[in-house]
């Protein structure tokens, strides 16, 4: 029978193997592994989910009208590490098409607007690409169908133009300028993309365009979609914290534009491989349609848009 | 343990088993926890859990999103917890969101995370936490029985740690792990008695990497060893191993981040708390919070001088009074890290110093320390339930629908009723229940100051008759 002082150092000993187990298992061997793929036939869609192990799955058919999906992204990085980590995110979304740039250097990106996004981080726009003007490149960007995602903050008088956000249509009164907080849920994406952040401070009000995530009681919106030109602006509430890094990557990655209308949501388990259909009951056009499956829930481990 | 008579039924001998203290007490801790972990749950940490568990399987380390702000090895549990969750319990979803309960976040206090985590990543988490529960328990009776004791009073410290409010509400409602960080400086400390001083360097390095606390205590390890070996060669052969011990598995633990640039990330913990005194307040509770890691900076040349002093003295220790000596200078300096007010569950690296001391004291003087753990078993687990308040039921509203919303939201509206001068009764009550912590801190130094007067009294009154 172990005596004391061998039970002692078989306590230390497995203790010290589970922690080290748990290391190889994040950094040496991860046994994790997800995947997707969605075949398109006339009137359903079928899709194969493998996954290693037990994990909720959430897959969307969204109707993007006429609209382009982001396929490429440029952040304009203010050097803050909270950058990476978005494009971390991306990762795990299989979003790969990633451009890391800074303000200096952004206008010489802005070309082909359709089908791309810009990044930007809380605080004005970059002096290079808007100054408030009609004509400004970000303007053009609009206009060319462009996206940009944008991490709000109402830029105080004095430091710019009274009419710096008339060109946008927007005005300060769109703003929320005190700490508050969301009560609810709202719009078509907020629960199937299980987005989280609720924080207003610095967003816009919902009536502004088009809220996406969760609204205050007086209003206003943690993430609000804007159609600008054949662009959209998405606004992002609450600045640079944690569950906006998610929201954002879930947003971008799912292709969702001002104009996506979620036509098809379905949810379930998978545990090894699972072949399941979507049936629609009439035809469908797959250009003017985008899948987005998802795993884990809040709990994000693995996306892919088809 | 006692041998029985070969002809004694297995039903005889498992109802003797059963009746021992030691099995009534760990059914009673394990009933109790069986309750609350499904009911009662603090979010906010929790919910960090399951997001360091999900960067675990999108392969993405500790730190390559946001969400792990500690130092590697608790996330290294959690990956390993994560195994076994996902792939032995087949756990499929870890959290929703309380949609209903959003309003919380509006409140005076911060932390009431509408992140609320699914019962079945609850209990997995806070079962392998009170594990941990019952390996401190045993680590505190072994010490006991070590230092030479009965098995009563050993048996007593086993229970006074499990059914401990403080540790008991540590696991199974908060369900944090400062514990682990426990158990295994306890582990270095019973490693290091057993001469395989390697392994307590490995022990201690964990301890230390788990939530820096027990780092302070390394003088106290200092001194235990150099004192329990007589030859200068064996003096230096023990430190050289339990330094290798140390600096092996820190090297071990860090290497990925060395290896991917996220180091000063895995010491956040630390870093973020230091520099949030910069950070303007937006609440007398941010206030009070800000100015109090000022206090904690400015009381550290004091608590460093401390545990200098202490180690010297249970080095120098008399032969014959050295273990009680030890024991007492181990108490003084796990105290001594906690000069200001910390987090209720910081507390649990003193409390097995208190335990040893109050079971094995034999004179008045020692029997005063009950004073300190009662008054230090209470506040805690105040200060802990006044913090968290009705944020604790949100699970329970969520997933079982067993408190309405609107009941949960109405308490924490209570809360942070404002009764004078921008004073929310949040705050009030956090701040009683905070000064009460810290008075409890402070009287384990002032029975040691009482009881060293009326020593040298009784001494002087001893000379002069």
Redesign the interface.
């Known amino acids: 029978m172990l005596d ?2 061998n039970i ?2 078989a ?3 497995v ?2 193997a ?6 190889v ?3 040496v061997k ?3 592994s997800y995947d997707a793929d969605v075949v398109w036939d006339e009137e359903s869609l079928e899709y194969t989910l493998t996954a290693s ?4 799955y959430d897959l969307l058919v969204l109707d993007n009208e006429d609209s382009v999906p982001v396929t490429e992204l440029i952040i304009c990085s203010n050097g803050s590490g ?1 950058f ?2 978005i494009v ?2 991306l990762t ?1 979304r299989n979003f790969s098409n990633v451009i890391m740039t800074d303000s200096e250097n952004i206008a010489d990106m802005m070309d082909e607007p359709e089908g791309k996004a810009i990044l930007i981080p809380y605080g004005v726009f970059p002096k290079e690409i808007y100054n408030g003007n009609s004509t400004d490149p970000l303007m053009e960007w609009f206009a060319g169908g462009g996206s940009v995602f944008w991490f709000g903050h109402m830029p105080s008088n004095g430091y710019v133009n009274e009419e710096y956000l008339t060109p946008l249509g927007l005005s300060e009164d769109d703003f929320c300028t005190k ?7 709202s719009g078509m994406f907020c629960k199937p993309l ?1 987005l ?1 952040n ?2 207003v401070y610095n967003g816009l009000k919902a009536d502004a365009g088009t809220p996406l995530a ?1 609204v205050s009681d007086d209003g206003f919106s943690s993430i609000t979609s804007k159609k600008v030109l054949n662009g959209s602006l998405t606004v992002f509430a609450g600045g640079h914290t ?1 569950e906006n ?2 929201d954002c990557a879930q947003l971008i990655s799912a292709g969702v534009t001002a104009d996506s209308v979620l036509s098809k949501h379905v949810t379930g ?1 998978v ?1 090894g491989s699972i072949t399941e259909s979507v049936v629609f009951g009439t035809e469908i056009i797959p250009e003017n349609n985008s899948v987005y499956v998802y795993m ?7 996306g892919k848009r088809f | 343990m006692e041998e029985l008579p070969e002809n004694v039924s297995a039903v005889s001998r498992l109802s003797i088993f059963l009746k021992r203290p030691m099995i009534t007490i760990l059914l009673v801790g394990i009933i109790i926890r069986a309750v609350l972990i499904p009911l009662l749950t603090y979010n906010y940490d929790i919910a960090f859990w ?2 360091t ?10 730190y ?4 792990y702000f500690y130092t ?2 608790w ?9 076994i969750g ?2 032995v319990f ?8 309380a ?1 209903g309960l ?2 919380s ?2 409140a005076d206090w911060e932390f009431y995370g ?2 609320t985590v699914s019962p079945e990543f609850s209990i997995l988490v806070k079962s392998f936490l009170s594990v941990f529960d019952v ?1 401190c328990a ?2 505190i009776y ?1 010490i006991v ?2 230092f030479g004791y009965s098995d009563r009073k050993a048996t007593m410290a086993f229970g006074l740690w499990f059914l401990c409010p403080i540790v008991i509400y540590t696991s199974a409602v908060h369900g944090t792990f400062d514990n682990i960080s426990v ?2 400086l306890l ?1 270095s400390f ?2 290091a008695m ?1 001469r ?1 001083y390697m ?1 307590a360097g ?2 201690f390095s ?1 301890a230390a990497l788990t939530k820096f606390f027990p780092a302070y205590l390394a003088f106290m390890l200092l001194a235990y060893v150099l004192r329990t070996n007589n030859e200068r060669n064996s003096k230096a052969k023990a430190i050289l191993s339990v330094a290798a011990g140390v600096l092996i598995t820190a090297f ?2 860090l290497i ?1 981040q060395i290896m991917t640039g996220y180091a000063s990330e895995a010491f956040g913990f630390v870093f973020d708390r230091v520099s949030s005194i910069q950070n303007d307040a ?1 609440s007398l509770w941010d206030f009070i919070a800000t100015n109090g890691m000022l206090i904690v900076l400015l009381l550290q040349p004091l608590a460093f001088a401390l545990l200098g002093v202490m180690a010297y003295k249970a080095y120098k220790a008399e032969e014959s009074k050295f273990n009680e000596t030890f024991m007492l200078m181990f108490l003084l300096s796990a105290t001594a890290i906690f000069l200001w007010t910390p987090a209720p569950t910081y507390l649990l690296l003193t409390i097995p110093f208190l335990i040893f001391v109050v079971v094995t004291a034999e004179s008045e003087s020692q029997k005063r320390y009950i004073i300190p753990l009662i008054l230090l078993f209470v506040s805690t687990t105040l200060y802990s339930l006044t913090m968290h308040s009705f944020s604790i039921l949100f699970q329970s509203s969520v997933y079982m629908e067993l408190v309405s919303a609107e009941t949960i939201l109405n308490g924490i509206e209570w809360m942070s009723h404002i009764i004078s001068a921008g004073l929310t009764r949040q705050t009030a009550l956090n701040l009683v229940m905070g000064a009460l912590e810290t008075l409890a801190i402070y009287s384990v130094f002032l029975v040691y100051i009482i009881n060293h007067i009326t020593s040298k009294k009784r001494r002087s009154d001893c000379v002069g008759q």
């Open positions: 004391n002082k002692i150092a306590i230390a000993v203790l010290i589970a922690m080290f187990v748990g290391e298992a994040i950094y991860n046994p994790y192990n037990n994990i909720t909270y990476d980590r971390n995110e795990i700490e508050n907080y969301s009560s609810l849920p299980s989280r609720s924080l969760y944690y890094s998610m388990e545990r884990g829930g809040y709990y994000i481990v693995f | 399951a997001t568990i999900q960067h675990a399987q999108s392969n993405n380390g500790l390559n999103l946001e969400g590697p090895v996330g290294y549990m959690l990956s390993f917890l994560g195994l996902n792939f087949g756990i499929s979803s870890y959290g929703t969101m949609d959003l309003a976040l509006g509408v992140m390996i045993y680590l072994t029985k070590r158990s295994f582990l019973l490693l057993d395989k392994l490995t022990s964990i071990l633990i990925p937006d």
